[in-house]
């Protein structure tokens, strides 16, 4: 499931629970009791879905940073290891001083 339809489902049950202790709270010997059950219900729910957002984002950071770090080890094992280097490439020759220049024919 994704955030969104997680946090729709706990919307759909706090207001659901809410209307429910709002249609018995008309009863009037029961409203002072379930006025504090209500914001007992609402606090909760609150308190949970902050948690629940919280939770899902720090989950989904790390697998961001995961596939991130992934990525990046998959290119460097694509590229492979430097190739060897040859004695030409060098600028210095067998005795250790730089080659005269040559003069184009």
């Given at each position: 499931?994704?955030?969104?339809?997680?946090?729709?489902?706990?919307?759909?049950?706090?207001?659901?629970?809410?209307?429910?202790?709002?249609?018995?709270?008309?009863?009037?010997?029961?409203?002072?009791?379930?006025?504090?059950?209500?914001?007992?219900?609402?606090?909760?729910?609150?308190?949970?879905?902050?948690a629940?957002?919280?939770?899902?984002?720090?989950?989904?950071?790390?697998?961001?940073?995961?596939?991130?770090?992934?990525?990046?080890?998959?290119?460097?094992?694509?590229?492979?290891?430097?190739?060897?280097?040859?004695?030409s490439?060098?600028?210095?020759?067998?005795?250790?001083?730089?080659?005269?220049?040559?003069?184009?024919?």
């Amino acid at each position: 499931m994704s955030l969104y339809e997680i946090l729709t489902v706990i919307s759909c049950i706090t207001s659901t629970l809410t209307m429910i202790i709002v249609a018995i709270a008309i009863l009037p010997h029961l409203k002072t009791g379930l006025a504090v059950v209500r914001d007992a219900v609402l606090w909760a729910s609150l308190v949970l879905m902050l948690a629940l957002v919280g939770w899902l984002g720090l989950r989904q950071f790390a697998s961001d940073r995961a596939e991130s770090k992934a990525e990046t080890a998959g290119v460097s094992r694509l590229q492979g290891p430097a190739p060897p280097s040859s004695s030409s490439s060098s600028p210095l020759n067998s005795a250790g001083s730089r080659p005269k220049p040559q003069s184009p024919p």
